[in-house]
């Protein structure tokens, strides 16, 4: 099994290599796939092996990547069999293109948003299982998902097409979610001058004026 992670290196800690280093001790002959700026560099490379050795995992078992082309970039997804985010700071265009290339994604859940946006990625595409709340819980989901290749291979097919009949891909909607928070806004914002809201729901389209270009709502 390999477990990838293709965050940005300045999200890749301690703590995280720790619990990395864990999942690999647990599988054994998994191996972890590292890509980041500055992965090809030689020092920067020994800098994560070196990381990982504290906690035991031979550099045998990590490669480390640098930049790519997008298509090799995409390509390389399917080296990994399991992706998973880093903490606390998430990933959130990495996680997005693991998904659409067919790899789930693990993603421990802290407390402030950007500890949580893995949580709102997977929650939005019916895959919310993968979100977990403590380290134990991080070690043992990758764990159980890696000891079951047949469940695993059926969760891989069917990721795309799952993200892209979420709500997570639907445009429209999410445009019409952030309009009616900004509707809302304006309204708790008129009550406060003392002014009076007719409707709690208000158009969404607005022409200009055709005499002074002030704004009308239709």
């Given at each position: 099994?390999?477990?990838?992670?293709?965050?940005?290196?300045?999200?890749?800690?301690?703590?995280?290599?720790?619990?990395?280093?864990?999942?690999?001790?647990?599988?054994?002959?998994?191996?972890?796939?590292?890509?980041?700026?500055?992965?090809?560099?030689?020092?920067?490379?020994?800098?994560?092996?070196?990381?990982?050795?504290?906690?035991?995992?031979?550099?045998?078992?990590?490669?480390?990547?640098?930049?790519?082309?997008?298509?090799?970039?995409?390509?390389?997804?399917?080296?990994?069999?399991?992706?998973?985010?880093?903490?606390?700071?998430?990933?959130?265009?990495?996680?997005?293109?693991?998904?659409?290339?067919?790899?789930?994604?693990?993603?421990?859940?802290?407390?402030?948003?950007?500890?949580?946006?893995?949580?709102?990625?997977?929650?939005?595409?019916?895959?919310?299982?993968?979100?977990?709340?403590?380290?134990?819980?991080?070690?043992?989901?990758?764990?159980?998902?890696?000891?079951?290749?047949?469940?695993?291979?059926?969760?891989?097919?069917?990721?795309?097409?799952?993200?892209?009949?979420?709500?997570?891909?639907?445009?429209?909607?999410?445009?019409?979610?952030?309009?009616?928070?900004?509707?809302?806004?304006?309204?708790?914002?008129?009550?406060?001058?003392?002014?009076?809201?007719?409707?709690?729901?208000?158009?969404?389209?607005?022409?200009?004026?055709?005499?002074?270009?002030t704004p009308v709502l239709l």
């Amino acid at each position: 099994v390999t477990f990838g992670s293709f965050n940005n290196s300045c999200k890749i800690n301690p703590t995280i290599v720790a619990l990395w280093s864990c999942i690999l001790k647990a599988n054994d002959k998994s191996h972890f796939l590292l890509k980041f700026k500055g992965g090809d560099d030689r020092h920067v490379r020994d800098h994560y092996l070196n990381l990982f050795e504290q906690w035991g995992i031979e550099p045998e078992r990590v490669e480390i990547y640098g930049l790519k082309s997008p298509i090799e970039h995409l390509g390389l997804y399917a080296e990994v069999d399991i992706a998973l985010d880093t903490y606390p700071y998430k990933g959130t265009t990495t996680t997005c293109e693991a998904m659409w290339m067919g790899v789930p994604v693990i993603s421990l859940v802290g407390r402030c948003h950007a500890s949580r946006v893995g949580l709102s990625i997977l929650t939005r595409t019916g895959l919310e299982f993968f979100a977990v709340s403590t380290p134990d819980e991080y070690v043992a989901k990758a764990t159980v998902l890696a000891s079951k290749p047949d469940s695993l291979a059926k969760i891989r097919a069917s990721m795309r097409e799952r993200s892209a009949a979420s709500g997570f891909c639907d445009a429209d909607a999410f445009a019409g979610g952030v309009e009616e928070a900004y509707r809302k806004m304006w309204h708790k914002w008129c009550k406060s001058q003392g002014a009076d809201v007719l409707g709690e729901s208000l158009p969404a389209k607005v022409r200009l004026s055709e005499t002074d270009d002030t704004p009308v709502l239709l």
